[in-house]
């Protein structure tokens, strides 16, 4: 059986490359492609491809994600599977809760993708090898910070705008020795060695 893939993706070299090997293969026909997500979603309404390639960051900064609901609503057997070269904590667990088909590094080699393309279509769900690792990371962290008190996700929140103890303690009127320990605790229950492994 031959799938029909869509490919939405604005580097337009790489957007032909992929094209072009997908399309030398017996098993994937590209039916169309776009650079954007407007005219993409319009080809996925008129297509209903089995297999949408979409790379994570449209037009630089603006995250595909919010996009994902819109096309699962409009073609449900759409295996969308985002393609980028994002390895980003955040990015991969973002996905996770959008529960996408599959996440794939682009420098991931041809013969590899085509095996997850195909796998994914069959029903399973991947991301790459080497992101395994960071996205057990996100959910242990998301996890472990459940169990912090009320003051600890306080200074935890604080710490993620990257402000220091000492504007912690001004912020929250308390002191810069106290901010250290309940610092020192937060990092005890997320399992965690630095206060950049928070963020």
Request: glycine share 4%; hydrophobic share 40%; aromatic share 6%.
């Amino acid at each position: 059986m031959t799938l029909g893939i869509v490919v939405i993706d604005d580097h337009e070299i790489f957007r032909r490359g992929l094209i072009q090997l997908l399309n030398q293969t017996e098993w994937a026909e590209v039916l169309a492609d776009a650079d954007n997500l407007v005219d993409g979603i319009e080809l996925i309404k008129k297509l209903r491809p089995d297999i949408l390639l979409l790379d994570l960051y449209i037009n630089h900064d603006k995250k595909s994600f919010e996009a994902i609901p819109k096309i699962k609503a409009i073609s449900p057997d759409t295996n969308v599977i985002l393609l980028t070269v994002s390895d980003n904590e955040k990015d991969v667990f973002e996905a996770s809760q959008y529960k996408v088909d599959g996440y794939l590094l682009k420098s991931t080699p041809f013969s590899k993708l085509e095996d997850s393309i195909q796998n994914i279509w069959k029903g399973d769900v991947l991301i790459s090898d080497s992101l395994g690792s960071t996205l057990f990371k996100g959910l242990q962290n998301k996890y472990n910070s459940q169990s912090l008190s009320l003051r600890e996700r306080e200074i935890l929140a604080l710490i993620k705008k990257g402000m220091t103890n000492k504007d912690i303690a001004s912020a929250l009127f308390i002191s810069e020795n106290t901010v250290k320990i309940h610092v020192s605790n937060i990092l005890k229950k997320m399992g965690v060695h630095k206060r950049t492994e928070m963020l």
